[in-house]
């Protein structure tokens, strides 16, 4: 081009999300326990200076040359040395540079390399991070690196670029970690305002399951904004030649076994029954995949990693789950087209028209045709329409169960609950109309150990749908079973409740069977006369939903979890075969998934659960600091039968249900007496191995 010799310069302020201060100004970080830094001592924090931050400070382009100065710096804001010589842990970094194209809308890289197809051996293009360039030292941590990449003599200066960075420092010689930083920066080399952007899926909205996102060896790569720069049309894996296009992967990796090209059996954690099967988020009953079974179909393979066991934690329908916060975060819905909406709907051939009602499709100017934005009719073809998810269908009238009230509370009586159901509107609802009604007695509150149920349809129990007497401007249900007589301290009575409700759509002959449950109330109340008072909170169920969205278990009748659940799955609760299902040790095996050393069946197989999380941050459910020791006084033995020994205390029981190997459990048991558990000497907060800080980060 005309003027190469012309210096493009560009400087903004810092970004990266990282909250930075001015530079050099040594203010004093601050840690929580669940940070390895949090256990130095000062000394030890000055000297080994943990953190990492990055800025971009300014990219310079001098065609066919591109100049990056950066700064990097620990957590304090003091200049690192890039090699590790004048302070401690080197720092890689790493220059990926992209553009968006005139008339295009994702990125092409300049940053490239070829490999060859490990299918056909011939060349596969990938975008990848520069190599060959060269470092200056400017002083304070900043560093102007020119990348081995050079410009094409066409490049334009008028389009929106975007250098990326990723940086690593390894501290872990110092007993903390490998830190990350990255940072993007977006500009116009003619120094034009930036008009163009790719931003359709923040970093945070990953984060709300990812914690934090990290991809590549080492976790490197966790801002989305830096992924796009690669994962665009632009690569293909070499290995299996499928896309990696960040709208094409991301969509197949999440859909995973729910991809119509695999076939359909599939780990099954949302099911209701224990008998192998069960009703998925999405409305259809289909059998779990044994552990290390190998799949039918067409599984999503890069690399190495097979993705077809993936079964992401709620309703794939629910599109606004990552789609939000960006500018561009409604081209779910405003930008119908065959490679986004075929990466999820993959059994669908655009080329032939097969399974596509719509026919063959050479290109994607007409998809927004049959499939505008949104119409406001619910299941119809347009996008927001066909991604209903019947359970939230506005023609629902709600459910809400009310306890209003419990009589007969004396050890040796019978409980008699009064209870409202209603709709959303607080109108009326007949009871005697439900498909189920049902009530738990638990008790007592510092531990559940007692528990007795009566619920429509469920063996060995009274029916508490016809056993229900209308009363004043409600209906009250007496228990067939009495409180135990030796009992004390406070009880528990909880509610569900369903009706199969069939509601029409809009399409000829389309209509949807849904059971709406209702809400899951808990009363408490005093059985000796003393105060009422309420089990511990442990888990937030907010936090269960930070990731399931709508954690709803059991049919979809039990959506409050951590404190309903929590009834029923007490510490002396047992499958029939014998095993545990007390939630300190069952919901723990379940997150813990593919890490487990031993089997996880509690009628399914748990052990190929993919958990998008870092388990040490234990703090990403629990809550009121439950995960740390000791524990409260009081609380239950599990009857742990089929576990290594039996019965485990109240704090080996949680802890076995992540560290399942025999080494822990011999651990667990050898610190147990008949009268109780030695692990808060050790593991106490005020610890050597306190529970934080062997989990710390």
């Not at 899926?201 to 989305?224: D, I």
């Not at 069977?513 to 442990?538: C, H, M, Q, T, W």
């Given at each position: ?31 929580q ?15 080994v200076r ?14 066919p040359?591109?100049h990056?100065t950066?700064?990097i ?7 690192l ?23 295009d ?19 596969i ?5 520069d190599?060959?360039?060269?470092y ?12 081995g ?12 670029h ?6 690593v ?9 490998s830190?990350?930083a ?27 399951c990812?914690n ?14 830096l ?8 690569s ?5 030649e ?5 709208k094409?992967?991301?969509h197949?990796?999440?859909m ?25 988020a999405?409305g ?24 077809s ?13 990552c789609h ?5 975060s ?7 087209n ?27 100017s007409?998809c ?15 996008v ?9 269908s506005?023609?629902?009238a ?43 007695l ?36 007496t ?7 030796d ?26 069977s ?47 979890a ?7 799955h ?31 069946e ?12 870092d388990?040490?941050?234990c ?66 907060e ?12």
């Amino acid at each position: 081009m005309k003027g190469r010799s012309k210096l493009y310069a560009f400087v903004l302020l810092i970004l990266a999300g990282v909250g930075l201060t001015t530079a050099g100004d040594g203010i004093k970080p601050t840690y929580q326990p669940s940070d390895k830094a949090y256990y130095l001592t000062d000394a030890q924090a000055s000297f080994v200076r943990p953190g990492l931050k990055l800025q971009i400070q300014k990219v310079e382009f001098e065609p066919p040359n591109v100049h990056v100065t950066f700064r990097i710096s620990d957590n304090a804001d003091q200049g690192l040395d890039r090699q590790g010589l004048q302070t401690p842990g080197s720092v890689s970094a790493n220059f990926i540079l992209a553009r968006i194209k005139p008339d295009d809308s994702q990125y092409t890289a300049y940053t490239t390399r070829t490999r060859p197809s490990k299918i056909t051996g011939l060349p596969i293009l990938q975008a990848t991070s520069d190599s060959g360039g060269t470092y200056t030292s400017v002083g304070d941590g900043v560093y102007r690196y020119t990348l081995g990449t050079k410009l094409p003599a066409d490049f334009e200066a008028n389009a929106t670029h975007t250098v990326g960075m990723f940086a690593v420092r390894n501290l872990t010689d110092f007993g903390l970690t490998s830190y990350v930083a990255n940072a993007t920066l977006d500009f116009v080399p003619a120094n034009a305002p930036v008009t163009q952007v790719r931003d359709v899926v923040r970093t945070e909205a990953c984060n709300q399951c990812h914690n934090p996102l990290g991809a590549h060896t080492g976790g490197a790569r966790q801002v989305t904004q830096l992924c796009i720069l690669c994962h665009q049309p632009q690569s293909i894996d070499d290995t299996t030649e499928n896309p990696i296009d960040f709208k094409v992967m991301i969509h197949k990796i999440h859909m995973g076994a729910n991809l119509p090209s695999v076939s359909g059996r599939r780990l099954n954690i949302l099911g209701t029954s224990g008998s192998g099967t069960g009703t998925t988020a999405t409305g259809s009953t289909q059998a779990p995949i044994p552990h290390g079974a190998k799949i039918a179909g067409k599984p999503y393979i890069i690399e190495d990693a097979d993705f077809s066991t993936v079964v992401w934690p709620q309703d794939v329908r629910n599109c606004t789950t990552c789609h939000q916060g960006g500018q561009q975060s409604d081209n779910w819905k405003t930008n119908p087209n065959r490679a986004a909406c075929g990466s999820c709907h993959d059994n669908l051939n655009f080329a032939t028209g097969e399974n596509h009602p719509g026919g063959v499709q050479v290109d994607d100017s007409k998809c927004s045709i049959c499939h505008p934005a949104d119409t406001g009719l619910e299941f119809d073809l347009s996008v927001t329409g066909a991604h209903t998810i019947p359970i939230k269908s506005k023609k629902l009238a709600g459910l809400n169960l009310t306890i209003t009230g419990v009589t007969n509370t004396k050890p040796g009586e019978k409980p008699a609950v009064s209870f409202t159901v209603t709709d959303s509107k607080q109108n009326p609802v007949d009871a005697t109309k439900l498909n189920s009604l049902g009530f738990l007695l638990a008790g007592p509150t510092d531990d559940y150990s007692f528990v007795t149920r009566s619920a429509s349809g469920l063996p060995g129990t009274e029916n508490a749908l016809t056993a229900a007497k209308p009363s004043g401007s409600g209906y009250t249900y007496t228990f067939a079973t009495a409180i135990p007589a030796d009992a004390k301290g406070s009880f528990t009575i909880g509610g569900q409740a369903y009706r199969l409700v069939t509601i029409a759509g809009p399409l000829a002959g389309q209509s949807f069977s849904i059971r709406e449950g209702s809400n899951n109330p808990l009363f408490y109340f005093s059985v000796g006369g003393d105060a009422v008072k309420a089990r511990r909170k442990v888990v937030d169920v907010k936090n269960c939903n930070s990731c399931h969205e709508r954690l709803a278990l059991h049919g979809g009748t039990r959506t409050n979890a951590t404190e309903y659940c929590q009834m029923c799955h007490n510490a002396k609760a047992q499958t029939p075969e014998g095993q545990t299902i007390s939630f300190r040790t069952h919901i723990h095996r379940i997150h813990t998934g593919e890490e487990l050393e031993n089997e996880w069946e509690v009628g399914r197989n748990y052990n190929g659960v993919r958990f998008p999380g870092d388990r040490r941050d234990c703090a990403k459910c629990h809550v009121n600091n439950s995960n740390q020791l000791p524990v409260p006084a009081g609380l239950a033995w599990a009857d742990t039968p089929l576990l290594f020994y039996t019965p485990t205390g109240p704090t080996a029981s949680a802890c076995l249900g992540c560290h399942d190997g025999m080494a822990a459990a011999a651990h667990a048991y050898l610190m147990t007496a008949p009268f109780g558990e030695s692990c808060a000497v050790c593991h106490g907060e005020s610890a050597d191995f306190a529970v934080s800080k062997v989990h710390a980060r």
